[in-house]
């Protein structure tokens, strides 16, 4: 179905991301170019009104059988299906920047979830054959982190967005996503960066993309290591300590990407097995850090020392480390 709808319409480009081909109606500047049959359509059209709908991060969803809908207010409506394809119905007061936003996070994170992936909400990069994935809220500083740690040397894998694949060997792998970390402005001055010269992720937002390169070559790999970043105005001190038992599956929950589309999509079920599974399979560490501004090196070198020596035989980082980037400021993300 996807072939033929590839070959009957005109396209704006093709594009690989998260091990999926994406042949898409709106040019996405974000995303790597793909060959090859898509998975994914991503097409305008007309998309039916939510009558009875739930408001969650600014998006109006429903669920209705093999699909979700969703409604950005003057942005547009998408309707996400059976896990390959997209319609969306611009509103003309919609820029680029504004659907790009919701295609690539909340409409494109419904569809993985319908492909029977777990859609984490973190940001990933390699270490030696496998990677590691920051979860957190927004503010947590896994944007930042990721970014600073690929300044380090360690192949960038994405941001925001991890989608987890369960091998027939049991095994969790993640894929690459696309090179760019959406940073706030305080971020990137830390950084020795000038955001003026980099375009916002909307009009109405102050955060900014950064363009990185997307070093890591693999379709996917395996996750070694799990770190939860937890802001905490009680702490005075960084403090990092494994989560054990019963609490890492309610750690997987609670980071789940959109977890509410799941109870509309019929897909709870499924969801919580896979978090079990993973639960069972993967060290998860909690890293506790002063909710105020913190340094970004001192937090960078406590979890690159924890990974570096928790992990068989550490490697050297991937790529070599940016001679440009300097971290001496505070983390934000």
Known sequence: MAEQEHN????????????????????????????????????????????????????????????????????????????????????????????????????????????????????????????????????????TLATVLRRRGYAYMGDDVCAVSIGNDGVAYAAPAYPQAKLRIDALHSMGIDPTSLRRIRPSREKRALKLDLDCNADRLPIRRIYVLSPDVRKDALMLGAVRGAPKCRVLRDY????????????????????????????????????????????ADAIEADFRSSLPAPEAPNVPPDSFFTTKGTIYA
């Not at 909340?106 to 994935?133: D, E, F, P, Y």
């Not at 977890?259 to 709870?268: P, S, T």
């Open 256 to 299: 789940t990407y959109r977890l509410e589309y799941l109870q509309a999509l019929n897909l709870a079920l499924d969801h919580f097995q896979k978090i079990a599974q993973l639960a069972s399979r993967l060290p998860i560490i909690r890293v506790n850090r002063p909710g105020e501004s913190f340094a970004v090196e001192q937090l």
């Open 8 to 143: 009957a319409r005109p396209w704006a480009g093709t594009y690989r991301a998260y091990g999926l081909t994406i042949a898409s109606c709106l040019h996405c500047s974000e995303l790597l170019p793909g060959t090859g049959t898509p998975q994914v359509i991503v097409e305008y059209g007309p998309v039916s009104r939510i009558v009875s709908g739930t408001t969650s991060n600014g998006v109006t969803y429903q669920g209705i059988p093999g699909t979700l809908l969703l409604e950005v207010d003057r942005v547009g409506r998408f309707q996400i299906s059976n896990g390959n394809k997209i319609v969306i119905e611009r509103h003309p007061e919609a820029s680029d920047d504004d659907l790009r936003l919701f295609l690539l996070g909340s409409a494109l994170g419904a569809l993985m979830h319908q492909r029977g992936l777990l859609v984490l909400h973190g940001s990933t990069i390699q270490v030696g054959k496998g990677c590691v994935v920051f979860l957190g809220r927004c503010g947590a500083g896994k944007s």
